[in-house]
């Protein structure tokens, strides 16, 4: 389940079964999303993008959607695996080299 | 070579002390950048070069002063910092983004600041 601490929201799930992080951005003007995983002691690692002409884009055991209408983006991890484990980011950027901005971050808990 | 490199990787100093941090990359990126990250939090923005020069300062102390010497290079100069500025401060390399395709940020593994 989800929970929601003082600063870092928290999902725990079951190894195997699928995760869905959800993020909520801030920019309506937003074109470029990127989802960042951080592990323990590292640096964020960059998983997945999309572009706002998209609604949705697959990699391997990942899936993001974009939804403009709500400002919200959401990760998917099939069959969650250990080392999945960490925190996720999702960060958003507007055509014309703004840096990015990321958002609150979920950390990942799997449960063996 | 695909990485960013940060060194140190853990720095305790004092409130008096002078010391930099240093960012290394070889991927032929021009934007280079320093995010600081407090725990549990998201990285937060500090500078941004751009083709060796200070694109975006976001308003931070003048007790940290960027340097990018060369399109390769990026260092972080400190003095007279506080304990709350205690935090993992992480360098990102990026190319630029064009119509072709757009990028992500490669990142460091940061150097973890204590200031007593």
């Known amino acids: 389940g989800e929970s929601v601490g003082l600063h870092l929201p928290t999902l725990s799930v079951q190894e195997g079964d699928n995760s869905i992080i959800n993020c909520a951005y801030s920019n309506s003007a937003s074109d470029y999303f990127i989802w960042y995983k951080q592990e323990s002691g590292k640096g964020p690692q960059f998983i997945i993008d999309?572009?706002?002409?998209?609604d949705k884009r697959q990699g391997q055991r990942v899936t993001v959607l974009l939804n403009k209408t709500v400002k919200h983006l959401s990760l998917q991890i099939a069959a969650t695996q250990p080392g999945d484990s960490a925190v996720y980011f999702c960060?958003?950027?507007?055509?014309?080299?703004?840096?990015?901005?990321f958002g609150k971050g979920t950390r990942l808990s799997v449960i063996a | 070579d695909t990485e960013v490199t940060q060194t140190p990787k853990h720095l305790v100093m004092g409130m008096t002390n002078k010391k930099s941090l240093k960012c290394e990359q070889h991927?032929?990126?021009?934007?280079m950048y320093w995010y600081k990250q407090k725990a549990k939090k998201p990285p937060e923005l500090m500078f941004v070069?751009?083709?060796?020069?200070?694109?975006i300062n976001e308003s931070v102390p003048s007790r940290f002063s960027p340097e990018c010497p060369n399109s390769s290079l990026l260092n972080l100069h400190l003095h007279a910092l506080q304990p709350e500025d205690s935090a993992l401060y992480l360098c990102?390399?990026?190319?630029?983004?064009?119509?072709?395709?757009?990028?992500?940020?490669?990142f460091g593994s940061g150097t973890r600041l204590t200031v007593v």
């Open positions: 990102a390399s990026s190319q630029e983004r064009s119509i072709i395709g757009d990028y992500g940020y490669t």
């Open positions: 991927m032929g990126h021009r934007a």
């Open positions: 999309i572009r706002s002409n998209m």
């Open positions: 070069y751009s083709y060796e020069k200070l694109s």
């Open positions: 960060a958003e950027n507007l055509w014309g080299n703004t840096p990015l901005v």
